[in-house]
């Protein structure tokens, strides 16, 4: 059984910044991969950013240059720090891990970012 609780969302102005954490607990002690999704109202849920064990991060397009995905694995724990917040940022943000040997994952309960002045 595994928990991924995310915490540092809030309000937030227009070139302003925020950051993220998500910390794991439970049965599993280490990840495979860990990433940040973000889902706004009327769209899909997206990948924002991911930090693999075994390859390198990756990012959407529309956060390149202004994001960046940490991780600390003694900690179990990953980090997403959002610099030049946009208003279109605003949404969502869920943690999501994968175990070892697994396709699946976990996610979060989710925190909001509201980019607004």
């Known amino acids: 059984q595994v928990q991924l609780v995310e915490s540092g969302g809030g309000l937030v102005q227009p070139g302003g910044s925020l950051r993220l954490s998500c910390a794991a607990s439970?049965?599993?002690?280490?990840?495979?991969?860990m990433g940040w999704y973000r889902q706004a109202p009327g769209k899909e849920r997206e990948l924002v950013a991911g930090?693999?064990?075994?390859?390198?991060?990756n990012y959407a397009d529309s956060v390149k240059g202004r994001f960046t995905i940490s991780r600390d694995n003694t900690k179990n724990t990953v980090y997403l720090q959002m610099n030049s917040l946009k208003p279109e940022d605003s949404a969502v943000y869920y943690c999501?891990?994968?175990?070892?040997?697994?396709?699946?994952?976990?996610w979060g309960q989710g925190t909001q970012v509201t980019v607004s002045s």
């Open positions: 439970g049965s599993i002690r280490s990840f495979r991969a």
């Open positions: 999501h891990a994968v175990a070892w040997g697994s396709s699946g994952g976990y």
């Open positions: 930090i693999p064990s075994d390859a390198d991060t």
